[in-house]
């Protein structure tokens, strides 16, 4: 048993060995340039790159913070179809789809009740008046619809 374990660990120490004496790999499309000044612009387009995509993604979640009460929004892709006259059909993408990013906006059922000439202006909510209890009704009427269970109205 114990000549196993030897055999074994002297198998794995020579694959280590010859594994760790091969050359270093050619250098790929994926490895970045040698100039430092070619480096710096290549970084500058990807910051660029970031940065707008960043941005487009605040501008997303604005949308979504701005109107999600009132509205149902949904980004969607419209995909023509290729163009009739293509210049280079040869070149890369040169039959792809033109794609429009946009937005949808669907309403969703917004309920509301104005009080014109309420007494007591924006505090007329009190209850020191018939208009006061009678829209408070109205407002745990309105809320024991959407609450489970509904709770009983006094």
Known sequence: MHNLYLATF??????????????PAR?????????????IRL????LRFANQSLAKSVDDLLWYQKLGDVAIIDKVRYDSKPPHIIK???GQGASNPVVIPAYTFV?????????????????FNRLDTKLARDSREDIYRFLARYLSPPAAIR
């Open 10 to 23: 002297l198998l794995l120490f020579v694959s280590g060995a010859l594994h760790a004496q091969t050359p």
């Open 27 to 39: 250098p790929t499309a994926s490895t970045p340039p040698v100039d430092l000044a070619e480096r």
């Open 43 to 46: 970084l500058e387009e990807n």
């Open 88 to 90: 280079n059909p040869t």
């Open 107 to 123: 309403s969703k059922k917004f309920e509301y009740k104005i009080y014109q000439d309420a007494p007591g202006g924006h505090s």
